[in-house]
């Protein structure tokens, strides 16, 4: 079956403009994450999405950025206002439900460069 | 902040070693994974363990967990030039009332045929 998917694969804009980043979770999975990976790091948690419930955005870096998702289907994050430390590569997980006791699947993430 | 931290930060052996590394994090968890990433694959789930676990096997993989010592650590045997990528642990934990994944910055493996 499908996959996780994430677009775009690369974004390059200017500092100070806003990006959208789209996730597809892979069908039925009730949870969703969304991480910043910088060049070499580890993944940073930014946000997760159990079902209809409020998200936790306890990991939110910023109010620049926010986060939606439709039911338990596509979720969108945005970053307003970009700076360069949000260059990254921003990546998108699904699993069956929330915690760590499900496998968390991977999409192939969206690189953001912020010039 | 990242609380997970992996050890060795890099590690190089020759194909068909053994390749041992470990993950010390700081709070109380529920589960700690394991997964690889890969330019090829991206990142992939290698193995769970649960709390109240001590070992689990997974082909050529072994992980252990000590809770006592909050340290994890990942064994690959008879190592392969497929294995080459980073490994990352992952653990979650309830900190001020809110939920946490953490994620130690990963061990980058190279092996060398």
Same mark, same amino acid.
């Given at each position: 079956g499908a996959g996780v998917s994430q677009s775009p694969s690369n974004k390059v804009t200017e500092k100070g403009k806003d990006v959208e980043l789209r996730c597809d979770p892979i069908s039925g999975h009730t949870a969703l994450y969304w991480y910043?990976?910088?060049?070499?790091?580890?993944?940073?948690?930014? #946000?997760?999405?159990?079902?209809?419930? !409020? @998200?936790?955005?306890?990991?939110? @870096?910023?109010?620049?950025?926010? !986060?939606?998702?439709?039911?338990?289907?596509?979720?969108?994050?945005? #970053?307003?206002?970009?700076?360069?430390?949000?260059? !990254?590569?921003?990546?998108? !997980?699904?699993?069956?439900?929330?915690?760590?006791?499900?496998?968390?699947?991977?999409? @192939?993430?969206?690189?953001?460069?912020?010039? | 902040s990242q609380q997970g931290e992996e050890d060795p930060q890099a590690l190089s052996i020759q194909e068909g070693e053994n390749a041992t590394m470990n993950c010390s994090y700081k709070t109380s968890i529920n589960n700690l994974q394991w997964y690889r990433q890969n330019s090829g694959r991206g990142l992939v789930h290698l193995i769970l363990i649960r709390s109240n676990e001590r070992e689990k096997h997974s082909g050529r993989l072994r992980v252990t967990l000590d809770t006592s010592k909050k340290s994890s650590s990942l064994l690959i =045997?008879? $190592?392969?030039?497929? %294995? =080459?990528? $980073?490994?990352?642990?992952? =653990? %979650?934990?309830?900190?001020? $009332?809110?939920?946490?994944?953490?994620?130690?910055?990963? =061990?980058?493996?190279?092996?060398?045929?």
């Amino acid at each position: 079956g499908a996959g996780v998917s994430q677009s775009p694969s690369n974004k390059v804009t200017e500092k100070g403009k806003d990006v959208e980043l789209r996730c597809d979770p892979i069908s039925g999975h009730t949870a969703l994450y969304w991480y910043r990976q910088r060049l070499g790091q580890g993944l940073e948690f930014l #946000i997760y999405f159990q079902g209809n419930s !409020a @998200p936790d955005k306890s990991g939110l @870096p910023s109010d620049r950025f926010s !986060a939606e998702r439709t039911g338990e289907s596509v979720s969108t994050l945005t #970053i307003q206002r970009t700076q360069q430390e949000d260059s !990254a590569v921003y990546l998108c !997980a699904s699993s069956f439900y929330w915690g760590l006791s499900y496998e968390q699947y991977f999409g @192939p993430g969206t690189r953001l460069t912020v010039t | 902040s990242q609380q997970g931290e992996e050890d060795p930060q890099a590690l190089s052996i020759q194909e068909g070693e053994n390749a041992t590394m470990n993950c010390s994090y700081k709070t109380s968890i529920n589960n700690l994974q394991w997964y690889r990433q890969n330019s090829g694959r991206g990142l992939v789930h290698l193995i769970l363990i649960r709390s109240n676990e001590r070992e689990k096997h997974s082909g050529r993989l072994r992980v252990t967990l000590d809770t006592s010592k909050k340290s994890s650590s990942l064994l690959i =045997t008879a $190592s392969r030039a497929a %294995d =080459t990528a $980073s490994y990352f642990c992952a =653990t %979650d934990t309830y900190m001020d $009332s809110n939920y946490q994944l953490i994620w130690g910055a990963g =061990t980058k493996l190279i092996i060398k045929p």
